[in-house]
């Protein structure tokens, strides 16, 4: 991939400085996640010094880091000290990995609530995408769905992936959380219903309008996109701004949707047409 002006060796050199540099060593990004942003950007931009500052801004706000991070090493070793405890040890551990990032700390004082009304409107599924996951599969034990409910989650943060992998494994799941770029390569696993929970926006800061193709290529029958309803901040109201993304993305589809507010998220239930 060698764009006029770009050559593919200025392109691997700013691959290796962003994988490699201190704010992301820690995090493995993935190689196809730059060169497609990289690819995206070199359309804007010929000079690889404002390429670079575009894909740096860019990854900025995909990985977020400014939403919270525990210490993964230290979590995975609390992790096996509260499985040596017991299953009260591995509920608080997981309330701490849910009160580390911003999505899931607000999610938090309604997360029974949120499971409630969102599986009463999909129905209770057999299978679960859980795409640009971060750390909501901490939540399981208080989702109301049984073991054999098949969980499957997808993220771009090596650290994350892992220690959520862990944590599967120590309540006797499958390892099914993928290390994977769900825009660059979408899920191919089928699952009664994907959750797509605070990320749409920022799919579509990334490559403008491609929410659209990516829930087209979803398997699934129903999505559960959910959206801030004010800027992180709080400060700037967002609800007609969010309602505005996801009902254009899904312009003459003929789908459903059913919104439900629920504190400072709205969650929008797509049903595919049939
Ligand atoms: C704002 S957080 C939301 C986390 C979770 N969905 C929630 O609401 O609790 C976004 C997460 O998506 C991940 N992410 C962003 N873009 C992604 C992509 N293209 N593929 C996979 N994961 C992605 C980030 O690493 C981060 O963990």
């Known amino acids: 991939m060698s764009k006029e002006g770009v050559s593919e060796e200025e392109i691997q050199k700013l691959v290796a400085e962003i994988q490699g540099s201190p704010k992301y060593r820690g995090i493995d990004l993935p190689t196809e996640t730059l060169l497609d942003i990289i690819a995206l950007e070199s359309i ?13 801004k860019k990854i900025h706000n995909i990985v977020a880091p400014y939403l919270g991070d525990p210490d993964y090493e230290q979590a995975e070793i609390e992790l096996q000290t509260a499985f040596q405890q017991g299953e009260a040890a591995i509920k608080e551990f997981c309330k701490r990995m849910l009160n580390v990032h911003a999505s899931t700390r607000e999610r938090l004082p309604i997360m029974e609530k949120f499971y409630e009304q969102l599986f009463s409107a999909t129905g209770q599924p057999n299978s679960i995408l859980d795409l640009a996951c971060g750390l909501n599969p901490f939540v399981l034990p208080w989702m109301g769905i049984p073991v054999s409910t098949q969980y499957f989650a997808y993220d771009l943060h090596h650290p994350r992936v892992n220690l959520i992998n862990a944590f599967f494994r120590s309540v006797n799941r499958e390892e099914n959380a993928f290390y994977q770029d769900i825009l660059v390569q979408p899920p191919e696993i089928e699952a009664d219903v994907a959750f797509f929970f605070k990320e749409a926006h920022r799919f579509d800061q990334r490559q403008r309008g491609c929410n659209r193709a990516f829930w087209l290529s979803l398997p699934v029958k129903k999505i559960a996109v959910s959206l801030p309803t004010t800027s992180l901040t709080g400060k700037h109201d967002k609800m007609e701004q969010h309602q505005r993304l996801v009902y254009d993305a899904i312009q003459d589809l003929n789908w459903s949707v059913q919104e439900i507010v629920l504190s400072s998220e709205i969650l929008f239930i797509l049903q595919k047409a049939v």
Request: hydrophobic fraction near 30%; charge should be positive.
């Open 44 to 56: 804007h931009h010929k000079k690889i010094k404002d390429i670079k500052q575009a894909v740096k």
